[in-house]
């Protein structure tokens, strides 16, 4: 079992940064890859980025390619989402996500309580 606990969510107005965190606690964090999720209002629950378990390979969602950045410390178990250019559209519930290396949820197992991101414009 992994659990998960993201922070660092907020208002922010448009062109803004926010850095999202996520703590992992019971099995080796390392052990998994980590992703994270968006999910709007009346959407569906969306990819938005994710990190192999080293650190040394990372993918992300084209809406948000060149202005988010995932990275994670496994010393001190725990990944990040750096947002920046932040446009009323990123406005969603951000979750944070631990499993197999990939875009698609159901390749993770284990799950945060989420953390809301609202972008004014």
């Known amino acids: 079992q992994v659990q998960l606990v993201e922070s660092g969510g907020g208002l922010v107005q448009a062109g803004g940064s926010l850095r999202l965190s996520c703590a992992a606690s019971?099995?080796?964090?390392?052990?998994?890859?980590m992703g994270w999720f968006r999910q709007a209002p009346g959407k569906e629950r969306k990819f938005v980025a994710a990190?192999?378990?080293?650190?040394?390979?990372?993918y992300y969602a084209d809406s948000v390619k060149g202005r988010f950045t995932i990275s994670r410390d496994n010393a001190k178990n725990t990944g990040y989402l750096q947002m920046n250019s932040l446009q009323p559209e990123d406005t969603a519930v951000y979750y944070c996500?631990?499993?197999?290396?990939?875009?698609?949820?159901?390749?993770?197992?284990?799950w945060g309580q989420g953390t809301q991101v609202t972008v004014s414009s």
């Open positions: 996500a631990a499993g197999q290396y990939g875009g698609s949820w159901p390749s993770y197992n284990y």
């Open positions: 019971g099995r080796t964090f390392s052990s998994y890859a």
């Open positions: 990190i192999n378990r080293s650190g040394t390979s990372t």
